[in-house]
């Protein structure tokens, strides 16, 4: 096992210590000028990854444009458990169409902001990874081609959770959803297919693509920033963890994200004009097998009638992840 | 001011007077040359402000407009056929919404077999999706169709379709009066929305709506088309004020005062249909007809007044209800229904099939005897169709059947008369 340098305000949890940071660099969940763009009172389940990935990345938006943002957003939980009217828990203008449209109806409001003289208002468009990686994809595509002034917010849960956990191009394989059935030689999902939207969107040299998780909120909020201080199409792929889909323990919605970077499962980068820039490095690397565990949606690959072999292959999937992105400190050495 | 243009080019130039802030373009035939002259005039700066969007698809384009419109842009396309069918679902979502997008559908056929020519197939397919649907007679009608139509949509806050038929109409080059910018905005003014997002006054559009208000909000759909019944007729009245002629309304007759039979009709077909009557009435026939102008609302009590005179009608369209008959014609009938009229549908025109003088003669004096069975398929070729029934009937593997048909008329080109 490698040397790993310890760092002096790390936790037993790897978290950041808040308190030993800069004041100008500390994340802060309570203060006066935080905008609550999602309000209390919404109707997530326990847990849930998105409603805390979007809490965050809008209220960074909203600080970044200095409360002047317009959302639009595709059908799913995100719509559904935030606007059983007349409960709506948005306090930023809000729309939400259809579920493959949101960033052609954001486009829609860029354009209009822009004919109307309103260059300060800016836009957001958001879905889950359904609404982004499937169906959403062809206006995603046309969106991002265009270079239109409009930053997508993808949160990624790996799979349809609102419809009951069904399989989407960003289903992990050998994960168990309910059209992914762990039964026959090969359960789960299939390997070998899955769609990588942040490289994709790479390919269309827009000017910023970054992914995140709710587990470096800071990281989240930095890249929604950064995201907001430029123009033309910008891409974040944020990892929400499902407690519900994936039969995680509520309480392990940050821990689930955290390993699922710290295996190299997901990992962690930013990039302009289709180039990366940066890498959240791996701080300690775990096996996927301690991500994977915790997960009934993964039940069938451990215990009595183990696939150690799928388990391996996942791993190999991972392993590639951090060579390719260099997610190790010592990567190279 | 006069002038000698296409169709489509007319369009373009009435929408630009409206100034439209948003244009959201998806080439297909046969509505292309309107975003086209539309994208030049933006980009040479001739229309200003406006932002001409080349999106991805029509779905795109429904999409854009949607958004445009809610963030309180005037917002403009135009469509057809597949086109009409792959924005279905944000068709629908733009009347739910209650957002007042002008739509331009150059009226063609849907496929399979693909066909490119016009019928009315494309928006009668979203007769229910809460859209008005005006038809124009004339490239002259289309271009003021679409100058009262932002006014009705942005007072409905409801969308339009303005259909012309493809080709037809949209290629077709006639003299237009083309009004001023003066003119149109004395009569258009400025969007108003009733709901738009702004940062100022945060509101969420699109909400979630279960049982306990559903039925509500598409009972106010329904209710703004009614709404619309009343405010047409006014909107064409004040366009006359201001243009100086006759364009729009619900309905329009012809000759059906002293009439025995009426027929009904949508479009441009209307032009050949009243030159058949004026030769029919040359020769004693007791002949009229009555154009539906606004297709959605429809006009029910106009359509029962005007026929109430008569004796019998036929309702000629360019579109079939497949395994029922009429589309058209199923309204007409509600419109008139207890009345004891005898009623008869013609199914004519599909995928552009040339509906000559000489075949409406005989289908309308046909019509006067009652000699028609209650749907007739006008100038279908019997054989062609019954060549391929045989060959069903006794070849299991009979092969596509739209080949077949092309393959024994020996048609390899697109041949009409």
Redesign the interface.
Known sequence: MGFQAVKFYQTGTFTVGNRLLAPDERSLQSVETRSNSINSGHRACQGCGEALGARYAIDAAMAESNNQLIAANATGCLEVFSTPYPESSWQVPWIHSLFGNAAAVATGIAAAMKVKGRPEVRVVAQGGDGGTTDIGFGCLSGMFERNDDVLYICYDNEGYMNTGVQRSSATPPAARTATTMPVGPEPGNVFGQGKNVPEIAMAHGIPYVATATVADLRDLEYKVRKAMKMHGARYIHIFVPCPLGWGTASHDTIRMARMAKESGTFPVFEAEYGEVTGVLKIRHKIPVEEYMKPQRRFAHLFGKNAHPETVARIQAIADRNIRKYGLLEDEGN | MLKQTEGSKAVAEAIALCRP??I?AYPISPQTHIVEALGEMVKSGNLT???F?????E??AM???????????R?YTATASQGLLFMA??VY?ASG?GLPIVMTVANRAIGAPINIWNDHSDSLSQRDSGWMQLFAETNQEALDLHIQAFRLAEELSMPIMVCMDGFILTHAFERVDMPTQQQVDDYLPPFEPRQV???A??????????PE?FMEVRYLAHAKQMQALELIPQLAAEFKETFGRDSGGLVRSYCIEDAETVIIAMGSILGTIKDVVDEMREAGHKIGVLGIISYRPFPLEQVRAALLGCKRFLVLEKSLAVGMGGIVATDVRMAVSGSGLKGFTAVAGLGGRPIPKSSLHTLFRQAEKEDLPPVTFLDLDWDAVNKQLEREKTTRRSGPAAENILHDKGIVSAKFG
Not at chain 2, 64 to 69: E, K, Q, Y
């Open positions: 802030e948003v959201c402000p406006c932002e969007i080349n999106v991805e698809s779905f795109a999409s854009v407009a949607i958004g445009a419109s809610a963030a309180g842009a917002a679902e944000a979502n919404l997002l702004d940062p006054e945060p509101v969420s559009i699109g909400a979630m709506v279960g208000a």
